[in-house]
């Protein structure tokens, strides 16, 4: 079981802060995340709901062990049952900071 | 003018002398306004080996064309003056409701030189400008001291800026605080104010900003707050959390300068998050004159914590309610100093606040403190109590000692820099050029690095804030451990942010707006067709007359340098474990991309390119 940390309003939606989820990928955990927070969920979670995603939505961000899964494998980065997996909501447009 | 007012308020504070002249209309064109127009004008009117604290320094209180208007975030002044801190140009800004006002009043500038012979307090409203004694108020903190100021003006609606018994002390990171609440925060601009003997400036307008094309504002600002309200950034997560969203976020990478920067995560990150402060103790969010996005705090002291810590906030103690954290502060204050008592922060960012000093330099400076009371260099003698990392109760009460400068507050007062070299341990400073870092660790943030080494008032976070790429992805994602790519990253959000902030703008709103719609706004208000790149030439000029400026006050470009800790000292624990800052990699490229010499100087070229020659 990976232990995931969920943050800011993400913690509302999906009911809880920390949890430990069964899964061998990112995409598998996003599923889980899915499966207990409710379908509403996966508009935020994939860029297009309808379709098999491939990418994760441009807003949300999923670190594992502190490294952001656009620098892993995306959606099919491995998950472990030592792992810890940050899941939080971004958002920003623009050009943050200037 | 439209967009500026057109004229400049001056005031030698030496002679009382008060006088109008006009803006001058090509550095208005070239340098904008706010912290561009400001650095012209010190550029012109102050010899940069000047000593900080003489009368020869001079304040400037600038606004930019945008300053009052009805764009979103259109808050800000600029405080440019030289730093008692760090010896450069400094140019720090606040929002709230001072600058609007300023702007209400007539006048796009403040000018203030000399050195008033005892201490006064200035009173603007339209026309009429005075000088009033302010003997009755010295020793006065921020809080009761504006309540007092607002009510001998009798006139609703005034809003001070003033400083608060740490400015008069001449504490080197003292802050100006206008609306009790809102800072022009770093570099010691508040002693600056102090050493001339001014204790505040109430100012009350009743014009309005005249613009060159109203229709064409109004659609601009419509355009703008849309995208506002359509980012979840700026129309969700910081009404909800405030900049303190960012303390799990940035812990989570690893990237939390913890303990005086020895660690990069802070084991109680979650203690003093935003999400605990939304969830136990945050009454609502505020926002500054004519924003949109509304990212302040208003927060109660913890009902356990009242027990510990009574706030002197004005109406006295108003239901235990004060502003904050931000950010920074409850880092500074918090993972910085090992402290996870959030109703401690409170209390310290609530002294800060009325005394009138900056949270990042004072926490940092306790967080070294600190190291050196554990290292055993400093006694409990010395200190005047037990000083390890965690305790809030040491937090709080050296916080209020620097204001005073009491007893070993006298040795924080100066900062870490000059408080570890006194105690014969210089590497306890972690900062640039005198000025402490702010809350991310540029050995996990590469890009961070180089934007603290470069940045012209010394370390600062927000004139290349790199964790828009590096954390949170935007405009796209960049490998934080990487530093491929970061020069060009620094520049252009150096150049950036300097425009935005020369407009008169936060530059928060640049977590939902791009430049693209920020340029309709200043050509409308101002009727001169200023295109992206146009604003972005002006930033580009405003960095470099800064870096002129600094070049003839002796900063040195060898002084574009992080501590030895960031360099050698390899990140110990954590998602950066074994990261060390590689800025040699980056800042040959930064003097290239910005078209530098090699040594980092700008050459005659370049200023002839940008008109500075
Ligand atoms: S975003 Fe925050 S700091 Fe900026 S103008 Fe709005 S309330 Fe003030």
Known sequence: MAAVKLLGGLRNKVGAGRLDVDAATVRELLDALVA???????????????????????????LVNGRSIAFLHGLETGVESKDTVTVHLSGARGYPGG | MHGWTGCVLRVDLSTGAIGREELNPDWARDFVGGRGIGA????????????????????????????????????????????????????????????????????????????????????????VVELRPAEHLWGTGVFDSED???????????????????????????????????????SGVGAVMGSKNLKGIAVRGTGAVSVADPSALMAAQWAQKQVLSE???????LPAYGTLALMNVINEHGALPTRNYREAQFEEAEAISGEELAQTRLAANKACFACTIACGRVSRISEEGRARYTLNTSPRNWKHATEGPEYENAWSLGADCGVADLDAILKANTICNDLGLDPISLGATIAAAMELYEGGVLSEEQTGMPLPFGSGDALVALSEATGYRRGFGDDLAEGSKRMG???????????VKGQEFPAYDPRALQGMGLGYATSNRGACHLRAYTVAAEVVGEPEPMD????????????????????????????????????????????????????????????????????????????????????????????????????????AEMLPEYYAVRGWSPDGRPDAAKLAELGLG
């Open chain 2, 421 to 431: 070299e006194k105690y014969g341990h210089p590497e306890v400073f972690m900062g």
């Open chain 2, 40 to 127: 012209r004008y010190l550029w012109q009117e102050v010899d940069p080996q000047v000593d900080a604290l003489a009368p020869e320094n001079k304040l400037i209180f600038a606004t930019g064309p945008l300053t009052g208007t009805n764009a979103s975030c259109g808050s800000r002044y600029m405080v440019v003056t030289k730093g008692p801190l760090t010896g450069c140009i400094t140019t720090s800004n606040s929002g709230g409701h001072w600058g609007p006002e300023l702007k209400f009043a007539g006048y796009d500038l403040l000018i203030l030189e000399g050195r008033a012979e005892r201490p006064v307090y200035l009173w603007i409203f339209d026309d």
């Open chain 2, 480 to 583: 934080p451990r990487a530093t491929e790519g970061k020069a060009q990253l620094a520049v252009d959000m150096q150049n950036i942010s300097t425009a935005v902030d020369a407009a008169g703008l936060c530059v928060f709103l640049t977590f939902g707006n791009t430049l693209s719609d920020l340029t309709p706004l200043v050509a409308a208000a101002t009727g001169i067709a200023y295109d992206d790149d146009a604003l972005v030439r002006a930033g580009e000029r405003i960095w470099n007359l800064e870096r002129l400026w600094n070049l003839r006050a002796g900063i040195d470009p060898s002084e574009d340098k992080l501590p030895k800790r960031m360099l050698e000292d390899a990140i110990p624990a954590g998602p950066a474990r074994g990261e060390v800052s590689r800025l």
């Open chain 2, 148 to 186: 007092a100021i607002r009510r001998e003006t009798g006139i609703p609606g005034t809003s001070v800026a003033c400083i608060g018994p740490a400015g008069e002390n001449l504490v080197r990171y003292a802050a100006i605080l206008n609306d009790k609440f809102r800072a022009a925060g770093r």
């Open chain 2, 231 to 237: 980012a979840p950034l700026t129309s969700e997560g």
């Open chain 1, 36 to 62: 207990r927070g409710g379908e509403a969920l996966t508009v935020l979670f994939f860029d297009d709901p309808r379709a098999t995603p491939t990418e994760p939505h441009r807003d949300l961000r999923v």
